[in-house]
Structures are given as structure tokens and as C-alpha cells.
T-cell receptor
Framework: QKEVEQDPGPLSVPEGAIVSLNCTYSNSAFQYFMWYRQYSRKGPELLMY????GNKEDGRFTAQVDKSSKYISLFIRDSQPSDSATYLC?????????????FGQGTRLTINP | NAGVTQTPKFQVLKTGQSMTLQCAQDMNHEYMSWYRQDPGMGLRLIHY???????DQGEVPNGYNVSRSTTEDFPLRLLSAAPSQTSVYFC?????????????FGQGTRLTVV
């Protein structure tokens, strides 16, 4: 079982739709949860960052963490064609004495005009 | 404002050849890492460094070597290239270790081993 599971998609939705991206994880030691956005042929860039359980909102983006279910989500409201990218979840924590960062497989998202 | 710079952007190697992928950052970050990205596998950590002179193995270190003589530079060496090392390689730097803080990525090096 992978430590972090993310549906690779691809996911294709019409412009203006609400998008939900999700990851599950198995290690309860993860404490920091992140979403990175990666445009084609570019490096990933940090989009959202949350600590522990709860919600965090930034404009059209909302990150949600449910530690009891080991489940994190990223919601995109009023999606735009410029949101088309691969979204990677990532999480980190102190595991076996070392700080560890693990990425999901990434979900490729296309927003159709 | 360069951030993290990787060279080269593209490379084709023959099986058995060696090469060095360069990575430099100008943000004075202590922590630097190398990842490979393969379809369906996400980003996998190859090696990382917590400061000049200190390196450690990640998830997939075999066939790769690193050194960190300065804070700015963190080169990745392929000792004897194999087709299984065909991938996109990303270098990243961060203020703190492994995600407690933002990781900045370079543009990537697309490597093909034939």
C-alpha cells in the first residue's frame, strides 16, 4: 500500500464547474498537508499549505484536511481554463526520527472553455 | 530572481554513460533535494541534503550520487546510465526540511537513456 494515494485522472470539466481533488494517506504521523500545481513542462509550485485538520481558503481554492479519516481535499470554485494543470498532494511529518515528505501521484486536470 | 536553476533542460544518454545534472539556488536555503517524476508514480525522492557537506539517501537512491560542497549547489551524478533512469528530474530547495515550509522546484531536466 502506498503511503499517499491520489487518483491520477485525467479529469476534464467545463469552465465554471466546481472541482474536487482528493488524496488518502495511511500514516497518522503526517502533520503538514500541501497542494502543488504543476503546469506542463514546468516544476511544481506550492498552491496551498495547511497544518493538521481543518479548512483553509485562498480565493477560489479551499484545502480541507480530515485527519480522522486520513483524507485531504482541494476544491476549486468557478474553475478557469488557466487552472488546467497537474495537481499533486503532498504531506510531511516526523517518521521514524526523520522529517519525511511524500507526494501523491498527481491528478491531471483540464478545464474546457 | 532566479530561484532554483537546473541544467541541462534536456539530455539523451547512451546506456553506460555517466553525466552530472546541475542544480543551483540563490535563496540561501539549507535544504535541497533531487526527485524523479515518472508517469503514475508522482515525485520520488532520490537524495537530499540538510546543508553543505551533509547528504542522505531518499526513496530511490540506487545509481545516483550527490555531493554538497556549497550551500548554493547540489549536483546529481548518474554513474552508469540505464534505460530505467529515463525520467524527468527535479531539484528542489526549501528553508526547512521536507515540507515544513515551501519547497521551490527547478524547471526540470528531461533525461532519455537509450
Amino acid at each position: 500500500q502506498k503511503e499517499v494515494e491520489q487518483d491520477p485522472g485525467p479529469l476534464s470539466v467545463p469552465e465554471g464547474a466546481i472541482v474536487s481533488l482528493n488524496c488518502t494517506y495511511s500514516n497518522s504521523a503526517f502533520q503538514y498537508f500541501m497542494w502543488y500545481r504543476q503546469y506542463s513542462r514546468k516544476g511544481p509550485e506550492l498552491l496551498m499549505y495547511t497544518y493538521s485538520s481543518g479548512n483553509k481558503e485562498d480565493g477560489r481554492f479551499t484545502a480541507q484536511v480530515d485527519k480522522s479519516s486520513k483524507y485531504i481535499s482541494l476544491f476549486i470554485r468557478d474553475s478557469q481554463p488557466s487552472d488546467s494543470a497537474t495537481y499533486l498532494c503532498a504531506m510531511s511529518g516526523l517518521i521514524q526520527g526523520a522529517q519525511k515528505l511524500v507526494f501523491g501521484q498527481g491528478t491531471r486536470l483540464t478545464i474546457n472553455p | 530572481n532566479a530561484g532554483v536553476t537546473q541544467t541541462p533542460k534536456f539530455q539523451v544518454l547512451k546506456t553506460g554513460q555517466s553525466m552530472t545534472l546541475q542544480c543551483a539556488q540563490d535563496m540561501n536555503h539549507e535544504y535541497m533535494s533531487w526527485y524523479r517524476q515518472d508517469p503514475g508514480m508522482g515525485l520520488r525522492l532520490i537524495h537530499y541534503s540538510v546543508g553543505a557537506g551533509i547528504t542522505d539517501q531518499g526513496e530511490v537512491p540506487n545509481g545516483y550520487n550527490v555531493s554538497r560542497s556549497t550551500t548554493e549547489d547540489f549536483p546529481l551524478r548518474l554513474l552508469s546510465a540505464a534505460p530505467s533512469q529515463t525520467s524527468v528530474y527535479f531539484c528542489a530547495s526549501s528553508y526547512s526540511l521536507q515540507g515544513v515550509g515551501e519547497a521551490f522546484f527547478g524547471q526540470g531536466t528531461r533525461l532519455t537513456v537509450v
